[in-house]
């Protein structure tokens, strides 16, 4: 049994629904494109699961956040890829690939060729028994990774209400899961390794404040240690965690978050990796001419960094599937993908949002013990990431041009000093000429991800030698 398509999205996740939205914008014809998941349900927003998903009240369900909803785009309901002659294989999980023959083989023993193969399998998350620690399987044991997690970690938390769970893990699955389950009236205990949460991100002074509010509403932080093994009682749950710092907490249920793996294993051996995912060049293209890869499984160029990176975030998803579709339709047309690295989170009433690396030192800015407040780290003498938290849609602006631009910073005190005004001066401030060597793609157009902290806007492109100039005269004037 057999089926053959021009294009097929491998993977049923964020990226395929953007890679599909821009398939349609560009005229692909029916019959012509296929979505293989072993998912049963049509893409969907997956940052939504560990936030609306697990409210108390008034919960998002499907078909809420189908994509691209996050974008602010059309919702691809099943009925969206019908009327575009989209065929969706949901339930079907691709078991081998034969990048020679181009051709996928289902599990359920289907071949489906292509011309053209977007790989958008994601990644998993991490399982404890990869840490060597059994019990994964106990039911009140929940992972964070697709809707069946989902509905089954809001099964466990609705059986625990007023019970006590153990979070494994401080990184933003940890911290948002944490968020929600104290919403859902459940006493957290969060374990992690490193000294605060979010150690890949966040500096000791933005983690504290963040870990502030979580004590104050009753989260306990378990530091500097691990899950050694868990107890079981005898229909299987478990009932304890031992750490091994040698404390023991009785549990009703745990929520595990300790990172991801990329689904790299059906192109082993066939393609290049890189980073843990499958390496791509500017176009998103892998060492297969006729194979593309995009979201969570991509390692590709940022060119803002001259470095090739792994990201792991939504935003990436969805801009790396977009560019790869039009480098297929589009080659001559289409540039190299130049993306300014975004990430954010929202828990409890907290929003904030990443721009760029966190490399070099950390400069502080704004009003630790209020609401609006965030980092700069500065590398090499230029500004190359850039956090806030409660900020307006203005200052999400300015700091994603700041960010970009990679202004240089001789004065980390004075920076502190100017905080959000320093990326607002530099985002409005015209850029003098000669302009750097820019290409189109590096203008982000976008329309904002969510209404209420839009983050796109007109990136004007400028040389950093004279901006820095600029800045240099600007700076003697004060
Ligand atoms: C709970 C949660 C919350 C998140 N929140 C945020 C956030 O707040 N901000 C942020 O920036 N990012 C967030 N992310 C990360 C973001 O969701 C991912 O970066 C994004 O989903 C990556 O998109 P993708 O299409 O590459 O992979 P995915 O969305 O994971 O999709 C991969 C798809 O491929 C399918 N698949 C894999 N292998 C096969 C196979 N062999 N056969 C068939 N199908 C296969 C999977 O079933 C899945 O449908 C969150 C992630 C999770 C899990």
């Known amino acids: 049994m057999g089926r053959a398509f021009v294009y ?82 949901l339930g079907t999980r691709v078991k081998s690939a034969d990048v020679r023959r181009r051709k996928l083989l289902t599990a359920t023993g289907e071949t489906i060729s292509y011309k053209f193969l ?23 044991v929940c992972y964070l990774r697709d809707l069946a997690d989902a509905n089954s970690l809001v099964n466990v938390m609705q059986s625990c209400s007023g019970g006590n769970a153990i979070v494994i893990g401080g990184g933003y699955i940890g911290m948002e899961c944490a968020a929600s389950l104290v919403i859902n009236k459940i006493n957290v205990t969060m374990v992690f390794p490193e000294a605060h949460c979010m150690a890949r991100l966040f500096t000791p002074k933005i983690a504290s404040y963040y870990e502030d509010y979580y004590q104050s509403k009753g989260v306990k932080f378990i530091k500097g240690t691990v899950l050694s093994s868990f107890e079981f009682d005898s229909s299987g749950k478990v009932t304890a965690v031992n750490l091994r710092d040698g404390s023991r907490l009785p549990v009703d249920m745990v929520v595990v978050g300790i990172g991801i793996r990329p689904n790299t294993s059906l192109f082993e051996g066939q393609l290049t ?42 935003d990436a998803a969805r801009k790396s599937a977009k560019h790869a579709v039009a480098a297929i339709l589009e080659p001559e047309k289409t540039g190299e993908f130049d993306y300014l690295p975004f990430f954010y989170s929202r828990v409890f009433a907290f929003s904030w949002q990443f721009y760029g690396d966190n490399a070099g030192e950390a400069v502080h800015f704004g009003d630790y013990s209020g609401s609006t407040f965030g980092a700069y780290w500065i590398s090499k003498g230029h500004l190359v990431g850039s956090f806030l ?15 970009r631009l990679k202004p240089a910073v001789e004065d980390l005190a004075e920076l502190g000093r100017q905080g959000l005004n320093f990326a607002l001066t530099v985002s409005k401030k015209p850029q003098p000429t000669p302009p750097m060597e820019v290409s189109t793609a590096s203008l982000i157009l976008e329309k904002p991800i969510f209404p209420w902290y839009a983050t796109a806007g007109v990136v004007v492109a400028a040389s950093i030698a004279a901006f820095a100039y600029w800045y240099g005269r600007r700076r003697r004037r004060w």
């Open 8 to 89: 097929v999205i491998l993977g049923g996740g964020v990226a395929a629904g953007y890679a599909a939205v821009e398939f349609a914008k560009r005229g692909v014809s029916h019959g012509e494109l296929c979505i293989i998941s072993e998912e049963p349900v049509a893409p969907y927003e997956r940052p939504a699961l560990s936030k609306g998903f697990l409210l108390p009240e008034s919960p998002a369900r499907l078909p809420s956040f189908h994509t691209c909803v996050g974008d602010n785009e059309e919702r691809l309901t099943p009925k969206w890829y019908k009327e575009h002659g989209i065929e969706l294989v």
């Open 118 to 140: 977007i790989i958008a399998t994601g990644a998993r998350a991490l399982k404890l028994e990869e840490f060597g620690v059994s019990g994964s399987e106990a039911e009140n």
């Open 273 to 314: 990796l890189e980073k843990g995912g499958i390496k791509v060049n500017g176009k998103l293209q892998t060492s297969n001419n006729s194979i593309y890869a995009v979201g969570d499984v991509a390692a590709f160029p940022v060119k803002l960094f001259g470095e090739t990176r792994r990201l792991e975030h939504v």
């Open 389 to 403: 938290e409660g900020g307006t849609k203005e200052e999400y602006e300015a700091i994603t041009n700041a960010t």
